[in-house]
Nanobody, 128 residues
Framework: VQLQASGGGLVQAGGSLRLSCAAS????????MGWFRQAPGKEREFVAT????????EYSDSLKGRSTISRDNAKSTVALLLNSLKPEDTAVYFC??????????????????????WGQGTLVTVSS
């Protein structure tokens, strides 16, 4: 299984970035997808999650209203659009995949413990 995250970079405060994660080696529609981030010296934290059928999403309080998670099941990709970025959003952003019960298409996970596979991360740096 591979989760390849991309789209990070250096952006000025107030700017936007679109992160993308391409999944391979798994049946993508069987997995809840999520984004987490880890800033230097801090613990990894939840950012956003989306259900298998894309009908259910959840966001962290810190990014609610400034981010949008989406998935394309035909392409096995999940994206995270980040708007109105702040210097405190600087972190490595990771995508993750968590198996869900086949019958529960609206399941979402906001805990890292629910995720089975992780990507390598993409660095987002927001300058002030």
């Amino acid at each position: 299984v591979q989760l390849q995250a991309s789209g990070g970079g250096l952006v000025q405060a107030g700017g936007s970035l679109r992160l993308s994660c391409a999944a391979s080696g798994l049946t993508f529609t069987n997995y809840v997808m999520g984004w987490f981030r880890q800033a230097p010296g801090k613990e990894r934290e939840f950012v956003a999650t989306i259900s298998r059928d894309a009908d259910n999403t959840e966001y962290s309080d810190s990014l609610k209203g400034r981010s949008t998670i989406s998935r394309d099941n035909a392409k096995s990709t999940v994206a995270l659009l980040l708007n109105s970025l702040k210097p405190e959003d600087t972190a490595v952003y990771f995508c993750a995949a968590g198996r869900a019960n086949f019958r529960h298409t609206s399941t979402i996970y906001n805990s890292a413990r629910e995720y089975h596979f992780w990507g390598q991360g993409t660095l987002v740096t927001v300058s002030s």
